[in-house]
């Protein structure tokens, strides 16, 4: 059975510009939950989907959003990109309380 | 303020030793999370706990209601166990937010 998979592994982007991130879950998990992994910050909490729906968010600006498929596959959208938005960014999917996390996609910002 | 807290921030250990990593957290919680984070990213739950004890393999976690604390326990090291252990807390209300502590790395010497 396939992990939870994020795409693209590795990301240069120009400050201003915007960026679309993406997971696939594990078959047969409905929520979705992104993270950001800054150095030196630790890992925080970003947003949270499930069956489609966003329900819950982080204490991050409007410019990062994101959307849940109803495949369950879901999209992290940054604008506007600033220096800081440099980091790893980890999509978890989980089923009951277990949670199961993908490779990440490495963003840096230029 | 970080509501999670972690010692030591790092630890070196000669293999075969037993290893203790501690976690604590300010208010009530619903559940806390070991996770193992390896070189290059990738992220691995290792237990989820709200009471008790939980044991898989050489691995032993530990969680203390009352004194808001938990103990993660290694025991006979190996250098494959060298990597960052992060704890992480839910609290009541709060599905999805994670807040995370800022990691144990732990180097195992062969």
């Known amino acids: 059975e396939a992990g939870v998979t994020q795409s693209p592994t590795h990301l240069i982007k120009t400050r201003g510009q915007q960026v679309t991130l993406r997971c696939s879950p594990i078959s047969g998990h409905t929520s979705v939950y992104w993270y950001q992994q800054a150095l030196g910050l630790g890992l925080q909490f970003l947003l949270w989907?499930?069956?489609?729906?966003?329900?819950n968010r982080g204490n991050f600006p409007p410019r990062f959003s994101g959307r849940q498929f109803p495949n369950y596959s879901s999209e992290l959208n940054v604008n506007a990109l600033e220096l800081e938005d440099s980091a790893l960014y980890l999509c978890a999917s989980s089923l009951l309380e277990s949670l199961f996390f993908g490779s990440g996609t490495q963003l840096s910002v230029l | 303020k970080n509501e999670v807290e972690q010692s030591p921030q790092n630890l070196t250990a000669q293999e075969g030793e037993f290893i203790t990593i501690n976690c604590s957290y300010s208010v009530g919680i619903s559940a806390l999370h070991w996770l193992q984070q390896h070189p290059g990213g990738g992220i691995v739950s290792l237990f989820m706990l709200s009471s008790g004890k939980k044991k898989h393999g050489r691995l032993i976690a530990t969680i203390n209601i009352q004194e808001k604390h938990s103990s993660l326990h290694i025991t006979a090291s190996h250098p494959r166990d060298s990597a960052v252990y992060i704890c992480?807390?839910?609290?009541?209300?709060?599905?999805?937010?994670?807040?995370f502590g800022k990691g144990t790395k732990l180097s195992v010497k062969p």
């Open positions: 992480a807390v839910r609290f009541p209300g709060s599905q999805g937010n994670l807040i």
């Open positions: 989907y499930d069956e489609g729906e966003e329900r």
